[in-house]
């Protein structure tokens, strides 16, 4: 499972706690992205960077906050903002135009 | 921006027989439409892709075909087994979104032993 990991596997959040997701990737893809699934769902886009130090709101963005300053990593914060934060959380990564490598996801579930 | 639809939600076949998961888009374009196969809880994994310069693609038994008029493109899985169960995601991208994944709602494929 190199290439793109994620951790931790599973993550519990307290009401009006922020917690960091992190996403670590070896592929020197300069993309990369974040996505919300729900049970049952698809998949939502939150935030997305082409380059470091540069990123983009996604469909979703609303609670959320990144960085990306280093090429491999673009962490995500899920702020106390975000009101219904227990879901699936998965990071990608990818060369422009090119697919998507998906890391094995987060579980966060708040207590 | 984009639009992907995807059909059917749910799809149930007996083993050894064929399935066809069909997705259309609104971008004219959008140029590269992958597949992605995910196991429950696990991560969506690539099972095939196709560009616009290209009318289908074939890899042992799955193709892919792609309609650039109509804005449409369709999985097909032949042979079925129940190993291949699993929920399906189309998802369509182009040069004017920055590599962004437009993700259909996904197809439940149920492959019956």
């Known amino acids: 499972d190199g290439g793109i990991t994620q951790s931790p596997k599973y993550l519990f959040r307290k009401e009006g706690q922020n917690v960091t997701l992190s996403c670590e990737q070896n592929?020197?893809?300069?993309?990369m992205y974040w996505y919300r699934q729900d049970p049952g769902q698809g998949l939502r886009l939150i935030y997305y960077?082409?380059?470091?130090?540069?990123?983009q709101k996604g469909d979703i963005a609303e609670g959320y906050s990144v960085s990306r300053e280093k090429k491999e990593s673009f962490p995500l914060t899920v702020t106390s903002a975000q009101k219904n934060p227990t879901a699936f959380y998965l990071c990608?990564?990818?060369?422009?135009?090119?697919?998507?490598?998906f890391g094995p996801g987060t579980r966060l579930t708040v207590l | 921006g984009e639009n992907v639809e995807q059909h059917p939600s749910t799809l149930s076949v007996q083993e050894g027989d064929s399935a066809v998961i069909k997705c259309t888009y609104s971008?004219?374009?959008?140029?590269?439409f992958p597949w992605y196969k995910q196991e429950l809880g696990k991560r969506p994994q690539l099972i095939i892709d196709?560009?616009?310069?290209?009318g289908e693609k074939k890899d042992q038994r799955i193709a892919v075909t792609l309609n650039k008029t109509a804005k449409h493109f369709s999985l097909h899985i032949t042979e079925t087994q129940p190993e291949d169960s699993a929920v399906y995601f189309c998802?369509?991208?182009?040069?004017?979104?920055?590599?962004?994944?437009?993700f259909g709602s996904g197809t439940k494929l149920n492959v019956k032993p």
């Open positions: 592929l020197n893809h300069d993309a």
């Open positions: 960077s082409q380059i470091v130090n540069d990123f």
């Open positions: 990608a990564s990818s060369i422009r135009y090119n697919e998507q490598f």
């Open positions: 196709i560009r616009s310069n290209v």
């Open positions: 971008d004219s374009a959008s140029n590269y």
């Open positions: 998802a369509a991208s182009g040069p004017d979104n920055f590599n962004k994944f437009y």
